[in-house]
């Protein structure tokens, strides 16, 4: 069973910059990809930006040049810097993994999510 513990998310005024953090813990062989989506409210669950265990990296455009994925392999944690961050960024920021487990199978899972207000 693998668990994502996610932090990182709060209220920022437009412009500013948050760093959401999902740690991975439990049983883990590999990691193949890490993401993080969102939900704004009356809206359906999109995709932020996604890293593979190669480092390749997908943005979705709204967000391309302003935020960054990154993945600290020795913590199986992975970062979502957001900067410039705008009203319309506002949503439930979601982590989610795709791994193979300890016994050899293929799982997947998400975070509890954590809120990122951008508001003045």
């Known amino acids: 069973q693998v668990q994502l513990v996610e932090s990182g998310g709060g209220l920022v005024q437009p412009g500013g910059s948050l760093r959401l953090s999902c740690a991975a813990s439990?049983?883990?062989?590999?990691?193949?990809?890490n993401a993080w989506y969102r939900q704004a409210p009356g809206k359906q669950r999109e995709l932020v930006a996604a890293i593979t265990t190669d480092g390749h990296t997908n943005y979705a455009a709204s967000v391309k040049g302003r935020f960054t994925i990154s993945r600290d392999n020795t913590k199986n944690t992975v970062y979502l810097q957001m900067n410039s961050l705008k009203p319309e960024d506002t949503a439930v920021y979601y982590c989610?993994?795709?791994?193979?487990?300890?016994?050899?199978?293929?799982?997947?899972?998400w975070g509890q999510g954590t809120q990122v207000t951008v508001s003045s």
């Open positions: 439990g049983s883990i062989f590999t990691i193949y990809a």
């Open positions: 989610y993994i795709d791994l193979l487990t300890a016994t050899m199978r293929r799982a997947n899972t």
